[in-house]
């Protein structure tokens, strides 16, 4: 069903985009495990930047505002889930009932079907400080809803681009109906973001910054 044409090809790497890749675990003076090429195929080169949050469970807060409902949190839940499942439950996250100290906090938009994430990191290592989700449910289309919620949720936990085959979770669009699936491309672009804990490494707590963060949006669409 995945067809997964040329992505075992890894091509130039995007040097910036590696940047987050380990998240502090290659210090200064130690041997460098991890790379885009440790976990094949994926997208890597193909992102802006991979991210990472310090660790898991990252805390999810749903905005109750006028266009919450416990529906569309269920959805979005399953989209998320997707990626806890996939990960073997290293990705995972922990709901909190108040948005004080949430990292991942998450709308939901009648507006329209697309989704957006914006989410603001310390620019030298891509360590995530916080995220805010939307997720378009016009339509009320369950599997559209969930599917947007995965989509999203993938750049909030760390891809930040998208990738160029159709059949991926984190292809720029979807088509309505057709559930995403993450693919081994998916999961290995964000082993990449996580790696030292998927070969068994311990993370190492990065150091205090006084760094600017930067805040940058990523737009989702999808055909018709
Ligand atoms: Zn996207």
Redesign the pocket.
């Known amino acids: 069903m995945n067809r997964r044409l040329m992505l075992g090809v890894v091509v130039a790497l995007g040097v910036s985009s590696l940047a987050g890749c380990g998240g502090g675990g290659a210090t200064s003076g130690e041997q460098r495990v991890c790379s885009a090429e440790t976990f094949v195929p994926n997208y890597v080169p193909l992102l802006e930047r991979l991210l990472y949050w310090e660790q898991f469970p990252v805390t999810v807060y749903f905005e109750r505002d006028a266009n919450y409902s416990d529906y569309y949190r269920t959805l979005a839940r399953q989209g998320f889930d997707q990626w806890v499942e996939a990960t073997g439950g290293v990705a995972r996250y922990r709901e909190v009932d108040s948005p004080d100290g949430a990292q991942i906090r998450v709308v939901f938009k009648p507006d329209t079907r697309n989704?957006l994430?914006t989410y603001t990191y310390y620019p030298s290592s891509g360590r995530l400080i916080s995220a805010t989700v939307e997720i378009g449910v016009r339509g009320n289309n369950p599997i559209d809803i969930r599917s947007v919620a995965a989509?999203?949720f993938g750049?909030a936990i760390g891809i930040g681009g998208?990738s160029q085959n159709p059949d991926d979770m984190?292809y720029?669009s979807f088509v309505t109906n057709v559930p995403l699936q993450i693919t081994p491309n998916d999961l290995n672009t964000l082993k990449t973001a996580y790696c030292n804990y998927f070969i068994g490494r311990t993370r190492v707590a990065p150091p205090p910054t006084d760094e600017t963060p930067v805040t940058v949006t990523?737009r989702?669409g999808h055909d018709h």
Do not use: A
């Open positions: 989704g994430t989509h999203e750049h998208h984190m720029t990523i989702c």
